[in-house]
């Protein structure tokens, strides 16, 4: 009986030792999918923003090939306008919300404004 009892105890903290030897392995082979993910994710990271960095020189080379000079405040002005045009904004609303004459807002998105397609009534017409 004591035998018994002696070997089911060893086998107890045999497989115990086992256990955390396995867990420590999987553990470490975890640690390395996780580091491969943050070492794939920054390098996209990174990639992207060469892009963005790309993007904004070739935006720099464009706009002095057009002649266009604007200050810091009119190019946020600009890209406020047309990011809340592009959310569907209403002039009217934009122009209220700027605290500038419709007009001014107008003449600022002609360059943007969506050409409506009546193509679609003809085809619809059936």
């Not at 390098?43 to 892009?51: V, Y």
Request: without cysteine; charged residues 30%; negative net charge.
């Amino acid at each position: 009986m004591e035998w018994t009892l002696f070997g089911l105890f060893l086998l107890s903290a045999l497989l115990l030792v086992f256990s955390i030897v396995k867990t420590y392995r999987d553990s470490k082979v975890e640690k390395k999918q996780i580091d491969l993910v943050h070492v794939s994710m920054m390098k996209e990271i990174n990639s992207i923003h060469d892009s963005i960095r790309d993007i904004e020189l070739d935006i720099e080379v464009v706009i002095k090939e057009a002649g266009i000079q604007l200050s810091a405040d009119e190019k946020l002005f600009m890209r406020e306008v047309i990011d809340l045009y592009r959310r569907n904004y209403s002039i009217e609303s934009i122009a209220a919300k700027k605290e500038v004459p419709e007009t001014e807002i107008e003449q600022l998105l002609t360059p943007f404004l969506k050409i409506k397609d009546e193509g679609g009534l003809v085809a619809n017409a059936n």
